[in-house]
């Protein structure tokens, strides 16, 4: 059975959207299998009115990787809120392969899938979740999640798109425009650029393209190399810093900068640079 948002995310759910459903199969649930069930049919639907009412008010949910540890409802959602501020997460899908009930206890097991700050992962997550009922709520829970293997399997497709970023603005070349295309495909419609050390400011791929077209294609600029000697990831940004050489206006240059980049469902949303520009000036100015 494929179910969409899974324990983490689905209470991500409950949290940014709005409780326009109506209570349905959870008010029927009365045994753990049922409760199990009625659980992850809301997931799938995500009825964020089935769902907070599934869950006690004095709900003790444990996630050792975040870490978490909430000892009632309201703390639970406090603590998604804050774990939020830093990831965005939506496609997830997870397949229950494994369930044993044993009293008022359930455990499943399976693998998730989900998108992390745009970047889907590649391959699934393994994952085991414990519940404990009290009536008809989910009165403890505790989920086990492979964070780990999740994070690298998403920064390397996030480091994929910085690097192929790279290596096609070091393409570029008078009179191709092709190759202008291809690095302005990493941007996403909507992108912003931001320059503050140039005081420059850009929105959209289309004028981003423009401007690297403009020194470019004229050959005012040529052979580029961006030389990453440091490189760090966390929320969705990628940082860069290292070396700029080439040819500006005839004359050679090396360069500091560092970026960052904002990336989501495979491009970037979001970039700013700083470069030293004093080496620039000395090359015919910026």
Not at 105 to 117: F, P, S
């Amino acid at each position: 059975m494929r179910l969409h948002i899974t324990g983490l995310v689905a209470l991500l759910s409950c949290v940014i959207l709005p409780v326009a459903r109506a209570q349905r199969s959870s008010a029927n649930a009365t045994s753990p299998r049922a409760i199990v069930d009625a659980y992850y049919r809301a997931y799938e639907a995500v009825d964020t009115a089935a769902m907070y009412a599934m869950f006690h008010d004095s709900l003790r949910f444990e996630d050792p990787g975040i870490p978490l540890d909430a000892k009632s409802k309201r703390e639970y959602i406090d603590g998604i809120r804050r774990y939020l501020l830093a990831n965005t997460l939506t496609d997830v899908k997870w397949d229950i392969r494994r369930r044993v009930f044993e009293g008022d206890w359930a455990v499943v097991e399976g693998t998730l899938r989900m998108t992390v700050n745009g970047v889907q992962q590649r391959q699934p997550t393994r994952f085991t979740t414990l519940m404990r009922f009290a009536g008809r709520k989910i009165i403890h829970q505790i989920d086990y999640i492979d964070y780990a293997s999740m994070r690298r399997d998403q920064y390397v497709d996030g480091w994929q798109v910085i690097d192929g970023l790279y290596a096609a603005a070091d393409a570029m070349k008078q009179g191709d425009t092709g190759a202008v295309d291809r690095f302005a495909s990493f941007y996403a419609d909507t992108a912003s650029y931001e320059d503050p050390t140039a005081g420059l400011v850009g929105k959209g791929r289309s004028q981003i393209r423009a401007a690297f077209a403009d020194a470019f294609l004229s050959g005012q600029w040529g052979d580029m190399k961006h030389t990453i000697d440091r490189r760090v990831v966390q929320g969705g940004w990628y940082v860069v810093e290292g070396t700029i050489s080439g040819v500006r206006r005839d004359k050679k240059f090396t360069a500091r900068f560092t970026a960052w980049h904002r990336v989501a469902r495979g491009v970037i949303v979001h970039q700013i640079d700083y470069v030293d520009y004093r080496w620039l000036k000395s090359a015919g100015g910026v």
